[in-house]
């Protein structure tokens, strides 16, 4: 290493700070700049803003400790490498500190030049390689991503495409052609519009997710009731022989995006429909309690297995439908995007399916400081 490494030493205790300094000094491999902080909270806001290379943690730190930190830092999304120093031998310490992220333990006890010098280089150099791991598996998985989406929209663009060129042409060969088939037409060219529309969409939301950024969100003071409602009622448009209950329960008022609430049941839904019994009906749930909502939709059918359940929510599942179209014809984003819009207003979505009981998706959101209380009966429609 030919930069200077930057190293904070967290220790309530000033003597040890001068004795690693004195040590570090000594060092003839990599030069090496020592921080010091006796503070809990400095330490811990250094680490999560990550301005050091590595971390020396004392064990002890006053009423706290080092492992507390250790794990404080990492939840806080600091990964760089952290050793952790205590006052004297511990094999039960040791392990400890390492199951909880250090990437070394050294007993002050045995403190010497070589060995603070060798710990800390080998520890910024496996957390450098382990970065670099990382970002190779990030960059495979990214081109994989990419050869997958051109694939599939390639392929899902061409359909609706070709059906509309298709009424093109016919109207261009034909322009005195029978009212009913000019409605046929216009029908077609509408519903192959309004799928890619879905397919834009669902790539957009897509991108914006794996950006990091998520799915925006713009939340108002609504009654979500209305909104399930509202969604229910195109369903049962789109889908004249199904049937779709509704049932509501509690408060509906919170502070949500109407427009994202619509497309999780919407997808939700539209993934009942495709996969459940035809003959069985789908029924969609809103509880509201005091603290939030759980919108749930129900079906009978082939119950999900197990280890299907587990990669559900991921992108590409071709077997989940997006909104209102048939499986076939999505892009196998519906249920990552309900997964991505409801973890964007703070809440979790859940599946159980049996033979039994069929299958129940829940998104489950809490409510917010602005949402308006007030009671709604309970209704079927």
């Not at 060092?27 to 809990?40: C, K, N, P, Q, Y």
């Not at 509690?250 to 939700?268: A, E, H, K, T, Y």
Request: with cysteine; proline share 4%; glycine share 8%.
């Amino acid at each position: 290493m030919t930069h200077p490494l930057r190293v904070l030493l967290v220790d309530d205790d000033e003597d040890d700070y001068v004795l690693l300094r004195s040590l570090i000094a000594k060092s003839e491999a990599v030069h090496i700049d020592l921080g010091w902080t006796a503070r809990f909270d400095d330490a811990l806001t250094s680490m999560g803003r990550r301005e050091y290379d590595a971390y020396l943690v004392d064990y002890q730190l006053g009423p706290r400790t080092g492992l507390e930190l250790l794990e404080m830092a990492i939840t806080a999304g600091c990964h760089d490498p952290v050793i952790l120093l205590t006052g004297h031998k511990d094999r039960e310490l040791d392990a400890a500190a390492l199951r909880a992220g250090a990437v070394d333990f050294i007993s002050k006890q045995e403190l010497s030049a070589p060995l603070l010098d060798r710990s800390i280089r080998y520890a910024v150099e496996r957390a450098a390689g382990a970065r670099l791991a990382a970002a190779l598996r990030e960059q495979k998985e990214t081109a994989q991503v990419r050869e997958r989406l051109l694939g599939i929209v390639g392929h899902d663009l061409r359909n609706p495409l070709a059906s509309i060129s298709t009424a093109a042409h016919v109207l261009a060969l034909d322009c005195a052609l029978p009212v009913d088939q000019r409605r046929h037409i216009g029908r077609t060219i509408l519903s192959s519009t309004e799928r890619m529309s879905r397919i834009i969409g669902d790539l957009l939301d897509f991108t914006r997710a794996r950006l990091g950024a998520g799915i925006p969100v713009d939340p108002a003071d609504i009654d979500v009731f209305d909104v399930v409602r509202s969604v229910i009622d195109e369903v049962r448009v789109a889908h004249p022989g199904r049937t779709v209950f509704v049932h509501t329960d509690g408060d509906g008022r919170v502070f949500w995006d109407p427009q994202r609430i619509g497309q999780v049941v919407s997808n939700l839904v539209g993934n009942a429909l495709a996969h459940g019994d035809a003959d069985a009906p789908v029924t969609v749930g809103v509880l509201g309690s005091e603290t939030g909502l759980t919108i749930s939709v129900h079906n009978r059918g082939t119950p999900i297995s197990a280890e299907r359940a587990t990669t559900l929510f991921d992108p590409f599942q071709r077997g989940s439908a997006d909104a209102l179209t048939p499986a076939s014809e999505g892009l196998g984003l519906g249920l990552y995007i309900v997964k991505e819009i409801v973890a964007g207003h703070g809440g979790r979505v859940t599946v159980e399916s049996s033979a039994e009981n069929g299958t129940t998706f829940a998104a489950i959101m809490p409510r917010t400081s602005k949402t308006l209380g007030r009671s709604i009966p309970s209704t079927i429609s």
